[in-house]
Each structure stands twice: as C-alpha cells, then as structure tokens.
C-alpha cells in the first residue's frame, strides 16, 4: 500500500484560478512533509516544507497540514500557465542513527493550468 | 550558490551493455547526496544515498551500483543494463540527511533498446 497518497490524480484549473492538492499519509510516523513542483522534463524542485500542524504561506502558495487526520494540502492561488507541473508530497520520519530513514513520495498530481 | 550537474543529458544504450552516469555538486561541503529514479510521468524511487565520500548506502535493489569517489561527486553506474532500466535518473543533494529539503540537478533520460 502506498504510504502517501495524492489526489486528485488529475487536475485542471482556469488561469486566475485556485488549485487544490492533498495528500494524506497512512503511517503516523510521518511527522515532515514536503511540497515539490517538477515541470516536464526537469528535476523537481521544493515548493516548501511544513512541519507544523497549522498553515504555511509563501506567496501564491499555502499548505496545510493536520498531523492528526495525517492530511497536508496545497492550495495555489491566483493560478498561471506555468504552474502547469506534476506535483509530489513527500513524507519523512525523525531520523534515528543508523536507520535507512528516506523520504517517501507520493504518485504525483498533474495540474494543468488553462489560460 | 549550489549548483548541481549530471552527464550525459540523455542516453540511448542497448540491452547488456554497461552505463555510468555522473551528478557533480559545486558549491556545498559535504553535501548528503541522492540517486533517484523515475519512470516516465511516475512517482520518484530513492536508488541509493551517501552521507560521506567513499560511503554509499543502497536503498532498492535494480541491478545498479553508485559510488562517491570525491566530495563534490556521484556516479551511477551498471555494467549490464536491462530493459527496465529506462527512465530518468535524478541526481540530488541536502544539507542534512533526510529530514530536509533535496535539491535536484537536471536529470539524465536513458533510453534502453
């Protein structure tokens, strides 16, 4: 079973408009999480991080995160074209010495942005 | 400023034949560094990580071999590929192990025929 999970798997939004992702986590261990963007062809690249229960806002960007409904969201608002992208949670534990502790991804949500 | 590279841009190999691929960080000390793979359009698997030169750590099992020969340098590498091997390989690196932000470099699509 997939340990962080995306939806919606697909997602189109008006440009101007607000775009939505979640992602949700089945093992509580799970306590940092990330937002990365990857444009076709390119390496993905960080949006942010948030470790805290609460909202984080960067710009046209908020996630949220609930670490007891283990559920961290995306919000973009004010959606352009080249937000067009795949976009990845990714979940990591505390990390203990001599573990093979590694980030777990997600399946990707692919937004498309129309003008 | 970082900067990450990885060599070659693209590869088209053939089945059986050996393969290196090489991601260099400039710019970071000691930097944590990752292989990844990805499956067109898929999700990213972590192939193997390094915390120090000399030291590489296997995380998933694909007929594939890393090494860290300098600081500033990865390299990937098999001598026999398969098929399955297609993809893009993503080179990355960190500050800290894990538990922070990873910073990829540009990517290397194989093509395996």
């Known amino acids: 079973q997939q340990k962080v999970q995306q939806s919606p798997e697909s997602l189109s939004v008006p440009e101007g408009g607000m775009a939505s992702l979640n992602c949700t986590s089945s093992d509580r261990n799970f306590q940092y999480f990330w937002w990365y963007r990857q444009h076709s062809g390119e390496g993905p690249k960080a949006l942010m991080?948030?470790?805290s229960d609460g909202d984080k806002k960067e710009g046209r960007f908020t996630a949220h995160l609930n670490k007891a409904s283990l559920h961290v969201s995306l919000h973009i608002r004010d959606s352009q074209p080249s937000d067009s992208a795949l976009y990845f949670c990714a979940a990591s534990e505390p990390y203990n010495v001599g573990d093979n502790s590694k980030l777990i991804w997600g399946l990707g949500t692919s937004l498309v942005v129309n003008p | 400023a970082q900067t990450i590279h990885q060599w070659p841009v693209a590869e088209i190999k053939a089945v059986g034949s050996p393969l290196s691929l090489g991601c260099t960080i400039k710019?970071?000390?000691?930097?944590?560094l990752y292989w990844y793979w990805q499956a067109t359009g898929g999700t990213l698997q972590q192939l193997f990580y390094?915390?120090?030169?000399?030291?590489v750590e296997s995380v998933v099992q694909l007929n594939l071999s890393a090494s860290r020969p300098k600081d500033d340098q990865f390299i990937l590498s098999t001598e026999k590929l398969l098929l399955s091997h297609s993809g893009f390989y993503l080179c990355?690196?960190?500050?800290?192990?894990?538990?922070?932000?990873?910073?990829f470099g540009p990517g290397t699509r194989l093509l395996v025929l």
């Open positions: 390094s915390i120090t030169v000399g030291q």
């Open positions: 990355a690196w960190s500050r800290h192990f894990n538990q922070d932000t990873q910073y």
């Open positions: 991080s948030i470790f």
């Open positions: 710019g970071k000390s000691s930097p944590n």
